[in-house]
């Protein structure tokens, strides 16, 4: 037995060592590679795709792994390889039968749609290599542009010959009539009005805005749009079918919906299991589903939805939310149980930037809330995306955490991915205001400048703006720059140094100076501005029959004030808000101690609310008010200073500042007091248009005598007007009819003008 064991181990010694010496011998290395038989696809492309490489050591599976990956390309019908000895090593040998090539495709049938169109829709093309399945995506295509153009019967058939290697394809095409959809009917509908169901689908009957078109997809898209409808008012066994007909005359479609509603089912037993951390009575609360209530799995994913966003909000974001759904034969009814796996709390160890290429580190973590180390919080998650988004510097701005924790089980990174988008702009055009008619601009802002960043002066989130406006009714120059955080501290300052000249009918006023400006957030949603402005005011070229008001101020007067401000904003989005409140509240403090040549103090508030209406609507509300009084060698508050109103920015409708007192000659001369209230209702057409109507309100008075409670005097108006974003900038235009227009006054008057912001 000892003897037949020793021989077996043996044997397998030497088997092994003899594989090891051929192992050993067919180490041969690779002189040349050469490719033969083709003729349409190259030789560099082939050899792209090889693994065995020139120089390198001979290896069998790598060769067979090639010739699959050749194979893969789906440009050949047959590979090979020949493995040639040489002197110092092997020539290998690749051996290929290409595909044939479309020589020529042909169209027959095709009078409606042009070759040319036919052949933009198509991939295959000529003098390359013949590929069927593309083929067949390309008939699909041509078959889906039939149907867009109402050609929905359309049959598209192909021939393929083939002679010599080369091919010919052959689109044979039966057009048919260009049927159009006459009209669209629900039956089994017992529940809901058929216009109701209209409007959830996309297919529509033949109108003035809509072509009528039958396209198998969209309505393929609709039987399930109708479905999911159903099932989210609680008919979870509703079926849709449809049936299609067409009129004998004329190439008119008929397409009704068969509805199966069947029950209605209601929501029996709420119940949860697994929660320690929140009470039953807490997770409950704001649930959209309940006892009594007609069940909805749309409904029924938002609670779940609402459970795990109640945890996350606390740090728990490894917690699970289960919702297990069970129908009761007794009561018919759906009874539900929401299973909880709640975790540990979470804390963030890691924040990981992403997608800022320009933009500095530092600008984005100034404006997070939550910091490595904290506990997770949902809240200061939000508000910092909120904050990032309007610094305006992204187009996309979003959070994620890291399914796994990091060395520490309860500690997670947090990673921030932003898409940034064009911070700087130059612009310059023409246009037409109604109030400062004819106008030509240029402007150029960097909204993410570096001053100390050359030579691209940008990512470290200031502000430098030139600007420059002359028109028939105004010259404005000025430059400004902005620093929201000096020398690395919650400090915004800036500066702003301009000249500005408006021709008004009867003078001329001209402004030069400039100011300077320190804020500080107060906390998280409050934030105080102190502003020193110096400025230098000089009325002339008067008409004789000039107001007295204005008449007094002729020549020139230097304005010296400090203007504190508070500032509240809960904004979702200070570019385009959709709900939040901003409100502002400043007193303006002029001559006296700082010198000048007038003396006033002036007070006003502004305050726009913002409410979201569905997805695409908002409704805002908009209240300002303003008093100003002279004091100490000042008798007077100078005609630049006062307020007014009427025209496109306070109470559209009326003429630009024609709201208010006016002097002997009838020209406006501005009041001490001021209200304004101002609604509204923005709706949403594209991303870049929107359609407006408003209601404005208010009134000028030119002393506190005149403010007199049951003799106001306000002027109202109404309107609509649309925004329109464009690359020069917003255009803002409105129609708007005054309600209490004085003797001589339109009825009504277009208010058109361009601004900075959207």
């Known amino acids: 037995m000892k003897i037949k064991k020793i021989l077996i181990f043996a044997v397998i010694l030497i088997i092994g060592f003899s594989g ?133 019967q359309a049959v598209l058939k192909y021939e393929v010959e083939e002679k010599d290697n080369r091919v010919v394809v052959t689109i044979d095409i039966f057009e048919g009539q260009r049927i159009r959809i006459r009209k669209i009917s629900f039956q089994g509908s017992d529940s809901y009005r058929d216009k109701r169901i209209l409007k959830l689908i996309k297919t529509k009957k033949k109108g003035w805005f809509n072509s009528g078109f039958f396209k198998n997809d969209v309505l393929a898209e609709d039987e399930d749009r109708i479905r999911g409808f159903y099932q989210f008012e609680g008919f979870i066994d509703v079926q849709v079918d449809t049936i299609i007909t067409y009129s004998e005359k004329k190439p008119w479609m008929f397409i009704t919906f068969e509805i199966k509603e069947g029950k209605q089912y209601k ?161 310059f055009g023409a246009g037409y205001s109604s ?97 020193y402005r110096y400025e230098g005011v000089r009325l002339g070229d008067m008409a004789e029959d000039t107001s007295i008001d204005v008449a007094r101020e002729e020549g020139k007067n230097f304005i010296s004030s400090l203007r504190t401000t508070l500032i509240h904003d809960t904004r979702d989005n200070k570019f385009n808000p959709s709900k939040g409140f901003y409100s502002t509240l400043s007193c303006e403090y002029a001559g006296g101690m700082l010198e000048g040549d007038k003396d006033f103090l002036k007070y006003e508030t502004s305050n726009n609310k913002y409410f979201s209406i569905g997805q695409k609507t908002v409704l805002e509300l908009g209240l300002r008010l303003g008093m ?53 209702y923005i709706y949403q057409l594209t991303p870049g248009l929107k359609w407006a109507f408003f209601y404005d309100n208010g009134n000028v008075w030119a002393t506190h005598g005149d403010f007199v409670w049951n003799n106001l005097k306000l002027r109202s108006s109404i309107g609509t007007g649309i925004r329109v974003k464009t690359p020069l900038g917003p255009i803002k235009l409105d129609y708007g009819w005054a309600l209490d227009p004085k003797e001589g006054d339109n009825a009504g008057r277009f208010h058109f003008s361009m601004s900075q912001q959207f």
Do not use: C, H
């Open 435 to 531: 109030i400062d008619q004819f106008i030509g601009f240029v402007n150029l802002t960097q909204k993410n400048f570096d001053l100390f960043n050359f030579p691209g002066f940008s990512g470290a989130g200031q502000t430098l703006a030139i600007n420059m406006e002359v028109g028939s009714a105004r010259k404005d120059y000025e430059l400004s720059f902005v620093e929201p955080w000096f020398l690395g501290y919650p400090l915004s300052t800036g500066f702003s140094v301009y000249s500005r000249s408006r021709y008004w009918d009867k003078y001329d006023e001209k402004r030069q100076g400039g100011n300077i400006f320190v804020g500080r957030e107060l906390s998280e949603y409050w934030m105080g501005r102190l502003t």
């Open 20 to 152: 090891f010496l051929y192992a050993q011998g067919d180490k041969r290395k690779v002189i040349e590679i050469e490719v033969i038989n083709n003729k349409v696809v190259s030789q560099q492309t082939i050899l792209s795709k090889l693994q065995t490489k020139q120089d390198t050591e001979y290896s069998p599976v790598t060769l067979s792994d090639d010739i699959k990956r050749l194979y893969a390309t789906g440009l050949f019908r047959d590979v090979s390889a020949d493995i040639v000895d040489v002197d110092t090593g092997v020539k290998v040998v690749f051996k290929v039968q290409e595909k044939p090539v479309l020589e020529e495709i042909k169209f027959k049938g095709n009078r409606r749609i042009k070759i040319k169109k036919l052949l933009k829709e198509i991939k295959i093309k000529k003098e390359e290599i013949f590929d069927k399945f593309k083929l067949k995506e390309d008939v699909e295509n041509l078959r889906k542009l039939y149907a867009k153009k109402g050609y929905s």
């Open 628 to 680: 100003v009084e002279a004091f100490d060698d000042s008798v007077y508050v100078p005609v630049y200073e006062r307020f007014y109103a009427g025209g496109a920015n306070t109470i559209r409708g009326y003429k630009e500042r024609r709201v208010g007192p006016e002097g002997e000659f009838g020209d406006p001369i501005g009041g001490r007091l001021r209200g304004i209230f101002n609604a509204e």
């Open 267 to 427: 929501v029996g037993n709420v119940d949860l299991y697994g929660n320690s951390v929140f009470s039953k009575e807490k997770l409950k609360d704001g649930f959209k589903l309940y006892g009594g209530e007609v069940y909805s799995e749309g409904k029924l994913r938002s609670d779940t939805a609402k459970i795990q966003s109640d945890y996350f909000d606390e740090g728990y974001i490894a917690a699970s939310v289960k919702a297990d759904t069970v129908l009761n034969s007794k009561t018919g009814n759906v009874d539900i149980s929401y299973g909880v796996s709640e975790g540990k709390v979470a804390y963030v160890d890691k924040i990981n930037l992403s997608g800022n290429t320009r933009t500095k580190d530092v600008v984005l973590r100034r404006e997070m809330r939550l910091f490595p180390g904290d506990r997770y919080n949902g809240d200061k998650l939000r508000r910092s995306r909120q904050r990032i988004q309007n610094l305006g510097f992204f187009e996309e701005v979003s959070f994620d955490t890291k399914e796994e924790p990091t060395t520490l089980p309860d500690k997670y990174d947090l990673d921030v991915f932003v898409k940034e988008s064009k911070t700087g702009e130059f612009s």
